[in-house]
C-alpha cells in the first residue's frame, strides 16, 4: 500500500504572478510555502521540472519541498505532531486512508469548493481517485497518486511448470491452482506470497476477495463491520488451504513485509497480488514478469479490486498563504502535470484527461503490465471507506488472516468471528461513521 517513489528532499521555487487566479503572491507579495512529501527521491528530473515551470508562471511563491519525515510510512507521525506543535506545513502527502483521522484538525482546509473552481481537474478524476478524499461528503484533500492491486506473476516459473499464463477472467481457483504447481514443480520457488504480520497492512490483498463474496469493511449505515460469515470465511479458507494444505504460500512476517518483493524479482516467486509501483522494480531486475487484472469466485465474475489514492492535504496557513498553496496544488495536479507525475512515481493516471496525455502514453508503452492497473481503475475498483478508525478496523481480521496462513490447525470460523467483534468493539468505541 502506498507508492513509495514521491519528491523529497528539493527545494523549489514558483510563483503567483501571471496566471495566479488571484492566488498569494498575486499583487507582487512574496510568499512561501513549505511541502512535506515523505520520501527522499523521485526518479529523474520530473520534480525540479515541475518546480521550475511553476516558478517561470509564479515568480512570488517560494515553495520549499523536503521530506518531512524518513518515509511515507511515517508521514502521519510527523503531521499528527506538528498538528498538536502547532508545526504544520502548508501541504503534506498522507497515505489516503489517514485522510479520515487528520482532517478531524480544525487546521486542515476544507476543498469542496475549491476544487469546484475553473482549472481544478477534479470533476475529471476517475470516481475511485476521488472517493478516497471525501469524508461526511466534504472534500479534505486532492489524490496524488493511486495504488490498485493487481496480480504479477513470473512467466519463466509458468512455462517451467507447464502452467498457462493467467487471462481476464480467471478465477481464484485458478489462482491457487498455478500457485500449486509452480511450487511442486520448480525447487525452490513458492507458488505465492502474502504478507503474514497480522497489521492493517496484512489484510490489504485480501479485499478483493471479500468484497467480490459480497462482503464489505461495513454495513449499509457503517454500524458494524460487514466481513463476518460467508465472505470472510470464503477469503481465510482459500488463505488457509493454500498455506497449510498445498504449501504453496511464501508467508511474509518481516516487518513491513520486504522479502515478498525481492523473492519475486530474483525468481523464486509465481505470482502474488502487488501495486503499480512495484513494475519499476521488476523491470530493473530482469524477471519476466506478466501483470493480469485479480481473479474472481466465477469464471467472468467482475474482478473488483483494491484502490486507495494518496493524498495532499492543506493545512491553514492564513490567507494568502492558503491562495498560494492552492494555486501550487491546483497546478501541480493539472492533467499535464499530472500525467507527468504519475510516470515518475509509477502510478495509474487518476483520471481519463492526464492517461491520454502523450508523456503518459509512452509510458503505457514502455511498462508493460501498467495498463493493467489502469483498466482495472477506471472499471472495477473499489475503495476503503473514509473513516478514521479505518486502519483499527483492519488490525483484528490481519491477525486473522496470518493465523491461518501461518497455523494448520487454525479455527477459521473462531478466528473471524473474533475478529468481527473485536472490529466491531473498536467501531463503538470510536463512533460509527
Not at 83 to 111: C, E, H, M, R
Not at 145 to 161: C, E, R, S
Not at 260 to 272: E, K, T
Request: glycine share 12%; proline share 7%.
Amino acid at each position: 500500500m502506498g507508492a513509495v517513489a514521491l519528491v523529497a528532499g528539493i527545494a523549489v521555487c514558483g510563483c503567483g504572478g501571471s496566471g495566479s487566479g488571484g492566488a498569494g503572491g498575486g499583487r507582487g507579495e512574496k510568499v512561501s510555502l513549505v511541502v512535506w512529501d515523505g520520501e527522499t527521491n523521485i526518479p529523474g528530473g520530473t520534480a525540479k521540472d515541475l518546480a521550475a515551470e511553476f516558478h517561470r508562471l509564479h515568480p512570488n511563491i517560494t515553495v520549499t519541498m523536503t521530506p518531512g519525515a524518513t518515509g511515507s510510512s511515517t508521514i502521519l507521525q510527523k503531521v499528527t505532531a506538528a498538528l498538536a506543535g502547532n508545526t504544520t506545513p502548508n501541504i503534506s502527502y498522507l497515505f489516503g486512508v489517514d485522510v479520515a483521522q487528520i482532517a478531524q484538525s480544525p487546521k486542515v482546509l476544507d476543498l469542496t469548493d475549491v476544487v469546484k473552481q475553473p482549472g481544478w481537474s477534479w470533476s475529471d478524476l476517475f470516481p475511485a481517485s476521488r472517493d478516497g478524499m471525501v469524508l461526511d461528503g466534504r472534500v479534505k484533500a486532492v489524490p496524488a497518486d493511486m495504488d490498485d492491486v493487481a496480480v504479477f506473476y513470473n512467466k519463466k516459473l509458468f512455462k517451467q511448470a507447464g502452467v498457462p499464463e493467467p487471462k481476464p477472467g480467471w478465477t481464484w481457483d485458478d489462482y491457487r491452482a498455478a500457485a500449486k504447481r509452480v511450487t511442486a514443480a520448480v525447487d525452490g520457488a513458492y507458488g505465492t506470497a502474502f504478507p503474514g504480520g497480522g497489521g492493517n497492512d496484512t489484510s490489504w490483498y485480501v479485499w478483493p476477495m471479500i468484497w467480490q463474496a459480497g462482503g464489505d469493511v461495513l454495513n449499509t449505515d457503517g454500524s458494524e463491520v460487514a466481513f463476518g460469515g460467508a465472505p470472510g470465511l470464503r477469503a481465510l479458507q482459500l488463505l488457509h488451504d493454500m498455506a497449510q494444505v498445498d504449501k504453496s504460500v511464501y508467508v511474509d512476517t518481516s516487518p513491513g513485509y520486504t522479502k515478498m518483493l525481492p523473492l519475486f524479482n530474483s525468481g523464486r516467486v509465481g505470482l502474488y497480488l502487488g501495486d503499480s509501483w512495484q513494475i519499476p522494480g521488476a523491470q530493473q531486475s530482469g524477471v519476466d514478469y506478466g501483470v493480469v487484472p485479480v481473479p474472481s469466485w466465477e469464471p467472468g465474475g467482475k474482478p473488483v479490486t483494491m484502490a486507495s489514492p494518496d493524498a495532499w492535504v492543506m493545512f491553514d496557513h492564513g490567507d494568502a498563504e492558503n491562495a498560494a498553496a492552492q494555486e501550487f496544488l491546483k497546478w501541480l495536479t493539472a492533467p499535464e502535470q499530472e500525467a507527468r507525475w504519475d510516470v515518475a512515481v509509477a502510478s495509474p493516471a487518476l483520471g481519463p484527461a492526464a492517461q491520454s496525455k502523450p508523456v503518459y502514453q509512452r509510458f503505457l508503452k514502455r511498462t508493460p503490465g501498467m495498463d493493467v492497473f489502469n483498466e482495472q481503475l477506471a472499471h472495477n475498483t473499489k475503495t476503503p471507506p473514509v473513516i478514521t478508525s479505518y486502519s483499527a478496523l483492519m488490525e483484528p481480521l490481519g491477525k486473522a488472516q496470518a493465523t491461518v496462513l501461518l497455523e494448520a490447525d487454525a479455527d477459521l470460523p473462531g478466528l473471524l468471528d473474533d475478529a468481527v467483534q473485536r472490529a466491531n468493539d473498536i467501531l463503538k468505541t470510536a463512533g460509527a461513521p
